[in-house]
């Protein structure tokens, strides 16, 4: 059993990739923010000791236009799988602006992805705001089991509640 995990970040998983491009292109003409989180690649039959980015965390509250996004940092959770950040431009720069460089102290990667949001419309970038490799591998992200329901599972919840609540307002009859 292994007490901690290597820093080592070896790649982005294509599905969290798609994902990006995706929730960037959406979010359009506004800027689209996230913070990126990694699994051991262990974890995902990787036969090596290092990371890989699987998902994207979104803060709830997050505003954005054409030039910014801003996060409420009160929010943001204190998460053992964050390695960085991923926000888009929609101007297509793919460079860091000032404002982002004072964001990227934390974490180890900060994606930048500018329009047309397809797949070489991305760049990745260390925290003093150089460039650097990031791999896209293919893996198989496993499914994380957040909401592990069925819709039988809320109808019978549902049910059960009607039955044993006559509602707020009950006490007054």
Do not use: C
Not at 12 to 28: G, K, N, Q, T, Y
Request: net charge negative; aromatic share 8%.
């Amino acid at each position: 059993m292994r007490l901690f995990r290597s820093d080592d970040l070896l790649g982005i998983a294509r599905e969290a990739m798609e994902f990006i491009l995706e929730a960037s292109e959406e979010s359009h003409p506004n800027e689209y923010m996230g913070f990126l989180r990694a699994d051991d690649a262990r974890k995902l039959d990787i036969d090596r000791d290092g990371q890989v980015i699987t998902d994207v965390l979104v803060i709830p509250g997050t505003e954005s236009n054409p030039t910014s996004a801003s996060v409420r940092t009160h929010m943001k959770p204190n998460d053992m799988r964050a390695v960085g950040s991923v926000h888009s431009h929609p101007n297509g720069v793919l460079r860091p602006s000032d404002a982002d460089l004072a964001t990227f102290g934390q974490g180890k990667v900060h994606i930048i992805v500018g329009a047309p949001y397809g797949w070489g419309d991305w760049k990745a970038f260390d925290n003093e705001g150089k460039q650097t490799t990031l791999d896209v591998l293919d893996v198989e992200v496993p499914d994380e089991h957040f909401f592990d329901f069925t819709q039988e599972d809320i109808d019978r919840e549902l049910d059960d509640e009607r039955r044993t609540d006559r509602g707020f307002l009950s006490w007054f009859r």
